[in-house]
C-alpha cells in the first residue's frame, strides 16, 4: 500500500503572504507528471473587496512565453466562504445579515435557503431577530443563538461568540460553505477567514507542440487586508481512480 506522497508531488505555487497586491509563484516541470491541481487559500477580504487568481502555462522554469489557462478566477468577499468573523459596533434596529448555506447534494455543491437575521430591540428566535439594543457583546450572543437555533437557524453552521465577535464555521468542516451580506459593512464588519479557489491542469490541456511544459500560479488585485497561499499537486504519470469503501484503516508506520 503506498502513502499518498508516494503518489503525489506537493510544492508551494504561491508563499504565504500579506500586503502584497500581486504575486507569481514558480514554475513546475509537468514532465513527470499527468495532471496538477491548484488550491489557493485566502483570508482578510472585507466586504467589496476581490483578488483575481491564474493559472499560466510557460515554456521553462523561468516563464518564459507564459500564456494562461482558461481565464482568471476572481475570488470576491463574501462568497462561498468555509469560515467568516461579524464583528459588532452598535448595529443599528432593521439591518440584516443574509446567510446561504451550501451543501453537497448528489456530490454537487448546492445552495440551500438564503436566510435573512435582523437586528431588533429584543430577540426572537422563531423570527430570526436578535438584539442589537444590549449593548455589542449581547448582540453577538444573541446573533450566535439565532445562527445556531435547531429549527429557525442556518443549517450545517456552528456560530461562536467571543466579546463582540462571531465566528461562523461549518459543523462539518468540508462539507459545505456559506456566502454571507451584511446590510450595514461598518457595525456588522464581515471578514473572511477561509475561502479557496481551486484550478486543475491536465498535460494534455498544454501546447506541448510548443513546448509549453510547465505551469504556475498568480494572483493580482490583492486588497491589503488580505492573506493567501497556494499549494500545488501534482500526480505521477501513473495514476488511477481508488475507492476506499472501507469501515477502519491504519497505517503500521
Given at each position: 500500500m503506498h502513502d499518498i506522497y508516494e503518489g503525489t508531488k506537493i510544492d508551494t505555487a504561491l508563499q504565504a503572504?500579506?500586503?502584497?497586491?500581486?504575486?507569481?509563484?514558480?514554475?513546475?516541470?509537468?514532465?513527470?507528471?499527468?495532471k496538477a491541481f491548484f488550491l489557493i487559500t485566502t483570508q482578510g477580504q472585507l466586504t467589496g473587496a476581490s483578488m483575481d487568481f491564474a493559472v499560466y502555462e510557460a515554456t521553462d522554469a523561468t516563464g518564459s512565453a507564459e500564456a494562461i489557462l482558461s481565464a482568471a478566477i476572481s475570488m470576491v468577499q463574501g462568497i462561498?466562504?468555509?469560515?467568516?468573523?461579524?464583528?459588532?459596533?452598535?448595529?443599528?434596529?432593521?439591518?440584516t445579515i443574509i446567510i446561504l448555506p451550501y451543501t453537497f447534494v448528489g456530490g454537487v455543491l448546492t445552495a440551500g435557503t438564503a436566510l435573512t437575521f435582523t437586528a431588533k430591540a429584543s430577540e426572537?428566535?422563531?423570527s430570526r431577530y436578535f438584539d442589537q439594543a444590549s449593548g455589542d457583546n449581547a448582540t453577538a450572543t444573541?446573533?450566535?443563538?439565532?445562527?445556531?437555533?435547531?429549527?429557525?437557524?442556518?443549517?450545517?453552521?456552528?456560530?461562536?461568540?467571543?466579546?463582540?465577535?462571531?465566528?461562523?464555521t461549518l459543523t462539518e468542516p468540508g462539507e459545505g460553505l456559506f456566502t454571507i451580506t451584511?446590510?450595514?459593512?461598518v457595525k456588522s464588519l464581515v471578514t473572511d477567514l477561509i475561502?479557496?479557489?481551486?484550478?486543475?491542469?491536465?498535460?494534455?490541456d498544454l501546447d506541448r507542440d510548443n513546448d509549453?511544459?510547465?505551469?504556475?500560479?498568480?494572483?493580482?488585485?490583492?486588497?491589503?487586508t488580505t492573506e493567501f497561499a497556494c499549494v500545488l499537486v501534482r500526480a505521477m504519470p501513473g495514476y488511477g481512480p481508488v475507492n476506499q469503501a472501507v469501515a477502519y484503516s491504519d497505517d503500521a508506520v
Open positions: 503572504s500579506t500586503g502584497v497586491t500581486s504575486l507569481t509563484g514558480e514554475w513546475y516541470s509537468m514532465a513527470k507528471h499527468a462561498k466562504l468555509a469560515k467568516a468573523s461579524v464583528l459588532f459596533n452598535a448595529i443599528d434596529a432593521d439591518d426572537t428566535l422563531s444573541s446573533f450566535a443563538a439565532c445562527v445556531n437555533n435547531a429549527t429557525y437557524g442556518v443549517p450545517g453552521l456552528l456560530a461562536t461568540a467571543a466579546t463582540a465577535t462571531v465566528t461562523l451584511e446590510s450595514d459593512v475561502q479557496q479557489a481551486a484550478f486543475e491542469v491536465a498535460v494534455q509549453f511544459t510547465y505551469v504556475g500560479a498568480r494572483v493580482a488585485g490583492v486588497d491589503a
